[in-house]
């Protein structure tokens, strides 16, 4: 086959700065929503929505996850018939969420927001699978800017519940239901295949699910509901960085595809470690930014602890791309199922034994994020210049 060639490694970097650009955009308006509901209903109401969130997580990752993987590496027969299949669960899920909302608020809020991310993912998956996340993730700024927009409009003019709001917020995937008709409309949706490669799919994202939202759950049920909050805006931006990654490695789907998810067609690893490396002193000094203008201890401090995660959980999102890309789903699946267990258990273990149940959730992340990048490196670097593209 020869050696892969890349391509224009600018063009690529660039894109995933533009990417990066929208992303934060989205994550900043996000913020914006947290503030306006800390402000308007205080941190406890955060926190029951904060949860709420996190649940949505660990119903959507595990659903959408046999269609995320396969995206960028079918053929073009079959991924109209994967975005449409995808397309069709996430609005069953979504509406039945907001059937739910009024009676049982965090059953209802995880299922419609999960519901609407995963209806949502199947409209950008064409941008994904081109390449192209910076398109992708400019759809989701201006989803974010309907649901805040919207949001204000009513604390502006009336008394809204957190149920209301929360309303409010998944409402602003409607508009993206309708805008993906047209790509599905005349294509007939399948069940997914049943097969070990399916079990072992599912199966590690069900584990990244409970890695990336299962600890927020985990420091409200042994801390308190306000920790889980301040807790989840740390995490929001360390998975925003970590999505930074992601992107960047998105930009190579199509040499990847075409090589066998070879190294060598991937992003090279010079790039990623700078921007890793970035990412990581960014969130640090945050945290520093917060600790000088007094902000809570709890949260600049989690803010400073996590900036060592945020740095191995860039080089993680590019390294999960690699390997999604060269099929090793089991290994994927290994990794996942290994390192979520060891974060929760170092989460109720050091919530029982640290009074800062915040400080201990963090400190459990560092650990099993150092276990998981080094377990993904070993893999995939082996032996410096040297790629696997086999299922092992």
């Not at 970097?13 to 947290?34: E, K, P, Q, Y």
């Not at 960047?248 to 010079?270: I, K, M, N, Q």
């Not at 994927?332 to 034994?353: E, F, N, P, T």
């Not at 963090?362 to 276990?371: G, K, L, N, S, T």
Request: with cysteine; charged share 15%; hydrophobic share 50%.
């Amino acid at each position: 086959m020869g050696t892969p060639i890349r391509g224009n490694d600018t063009g690529r970097t660039s894109r995933a700065i533009l990417s990066a650009v929208w992303m934060f955009g989205g994550r900043g308006i996000g913020l914006a929503w947290s503030l306006m509901v800390i402000g308007y209903l205080g941190s406890h109401a955060f926190g029951q929505f904060a949860i709420g969130i996190a649940a949505a997580s660990l119903i959507s990752i595990p659903i959408d996850a046999y269609y995320l993987v396969r995206s960028p590496r079918v053929d073009d027969r079959q991924f109209p018939t994967d975005r449409a299949s995808r397309w069709w669960i996430g609005v069953v899920v979504f509406t039945t969420g907001l059937v739910l909302l009024p009676f049982w608020f965090y059953g209802g809020l995880a299922l419609s927001k999960a519901g609407g991310d995963i209806y949502f993912n199947a409209q950008k998956s064409t941008s994904i699978r081109a390449g192209k996340p910076d398109t992708a993730f400019a759809l989701d700024t201006g989803r974010q800017v309907i649901s805040l927009v919207a949001g204000l409009s009513l604390v502006l003019l009336a008394h809204p519940s957190i149920t209301v709001l929360s309303f409010v917020y998944v409402a602003g995937f409607i508009p993206f239901a309708a805008i993906t008709l047209p790509l599905i409309r005349g294509v007939r949706p399948e069940l997914p295949e049943r097969t070990r490669r399916t079990l072992a799919i599912v199966t590690e994202a069900i584990g990244g699910a409970g890695y990336a939202q299962g600890d927020i759950v985990l420091v409200g049920a042994f801390v308190s509901v306000t920790a889980a909050g301040y807790y989840s805006l740390a995490s929001v931006v360390l998975w925003s960085i970590a999505s930074v990654g992601q992107n960047y490695s998105f930009t190579f789907h199509e040499p990847l595809r075409e090589h066998a998810g070879h190294v060598d067609a991937g992003p090279p690893l010079r790039i990623s470690a700078a921007l890793a490396i970035a990412s990581g002193i960014g969130m640090a000094g945050a945290g520093v930014v917060m600790h000088l203008f007094g902000v809570d201890r709890d949260l600049w401090l989690c803010f400073v602890i996590l900036a060592i995660p945020a740095t191995t959980r860039f080089f993680s999102a590019v390294f999960a791309t690699i390997l999604a890309l060269q099929s090793r789903d089991h290994l994927r699946m290994r990794i996942s199922v290994a390192c979520v267990a060891l974060k929760a258990a170092g989460i109720v273990l050091l919530a029982g034994i640290l009074d800062d149940g915040v400080v201990g959730a963090a400190i459990a992340f560092v650990v099993a994020d150092f276990v998981a990048f080094a377990w993904a490196y070993l893999a995939l670097y082996p032996k410096m210049g040297s790629g696997k593209a086999v299922e092992r």
